[in-house]
């Protein structure tokens, strides 16, 4: 039997390829970012978020206006409500996030970030068909108990998991991070239910717009009353500024193209692994113990997201809802709904 090429094992898996690649460079993102919060400089989360969704609303803006894209600056006037509560949830969301990595390890930040999606999917999935069914409950549990292995609270795991931590991170700052962790947990899930409500009937990188414009309208405006809040000065940091900015483009190319082509359940999951990247990245550059209780947290919060987006094909609803909207039913079959909920998990 002729063994399979290289290439046709590469284009059976290439949905999935795509999307995995979109993870690594979004943890390479946020490493580097975490790298700008805490280095010398000291760059304020507000600045990079400023200068790297700069860059991306003027890449994404290009490619909307090159593409003739309809509803092209504004969305259609109707949806016009939902994007704004989509950007305003998005706003809290990598808000929170990306202060939340100024006093927690990026893995931790990670894996409390990602209780946003799971919150969003169950919330979603009750509203429109009125069950929390068993896997939604189990799933709840099993990502509550596995952030908290991730973060490994001195108060529960004692001393000893304490002195694993990033040592780079202050203690007394520490419970900051938690507490804009969940602000951002929030936000994301405000953010991905109305990203659920809009639907396919938008492009994906409308909704990014509408969210990367009002991070860059609040971050301008907060410059004016933070005083810490200033452009940097040293020609690393800003290399570093404007990579991230590209980076952020080129990780919704490969979000966009591995699920435009594959929305099925295996390539969202993908996204998922964002988890174990950070992880590598938080080994590699600040040299954070990674311990058999990070990595039992790490696989509970995959597996509780993972069972949650793949229930609904094994476990429909008995009685769905008589209310369910007609564009609901169509975003179950329309890559588009995929990739436009996939994009916030990834943004941060």
Request: charged fraction near 10%.
């Amino acid at each position: 039997m002729e063994k399979p090429s290289k290439l046709s094992i590469f284009a059976r898996h290439r949905s999935s390829l795509f999307v995995l690649g979109s993870q690594v460079v979004a943890a390479l993102l946020h490493a580097l970012a975490r790298l700008l919060e805490t280095g010398s400089e000291r760059v304020h989360p507000f600045t990079v978020l400023q200068i790297r969704l700069f860059i991306t609303v003027i890449g994404s803006s290009l490619y909307l206006w090159r593409t003739q894209s309809p509803g092209f600056p504004l969305g259609p006037p109707e949806l016009r409500p939902l994007l704004a509560l989509r950007a305003a949830g998005g706003v809290l969301g990598a808000c929170g996030f990306y202060v939340s990595i100024s006093y927690l390890s990026l893995g931790e930040a990670t894996a409390l970030n990602f209780l946003a999606p799971l919150g969003a999917l169950i919330l979603t999935r009750f509203v429109d068909n009125g069950t929390f069914t068993l896997p939604d409950r189990a799933a709840c549990g099993f990502a509550l108990v596995g952030v908290v292995f991730v973060l490994q609270p001195e108060s529960i795991f004692g001393t000893t998991a304490a002195a694993a931590k990033d040592p780079t991170i202050n203690p007394t700052n520490y419970l900051t991070g938690i507490a804009s962790g969940i602000i951002g947990v929030t936000g994301g899930i405000v953010a991905l239910s109305a990203i659920s409500r809009i639907g396919p009937r938008v492009h994906p990188l409308l909704s990014v717009n509408w969210f990367g414009i009002c991070v860059c309208i609040l971050t301008t405006v907060c410059s004016f009353f933070i005083p810490e809040i200033v452009l940097p000065t040293s020609a690393l940091s800003w290399c570093l500024l404007v990579l991230l900015g590209f980076l952020g483009l080129a990780m919704e190319y490969l979000l966009t193209a591995g699920l435009s082509t594959d929305a099925s359940s295996g390539a969202t999951v993908m996204i998922y692994s964002q988890v174990l990247w950070a992880l590598l990245f938080d080994w590699i550059i600040w040299h954070v113990h990674v311990n058999s209780l990070t990595l039992l947290g790490c696989v509970g919060v995959i597996v509780s997201l993972s069972v949650v987006t793949m229930s609904k094909e094994f476990w429909p609803p008995s009685a769905p809802s008589d209310t369910l909207n007609s564009y609901e039913e169509e975003s179950r079959l329309d890559p588009a709904f995929e990739e436009a909920y996939s994009a916030q998990i990834s943004l941060g």
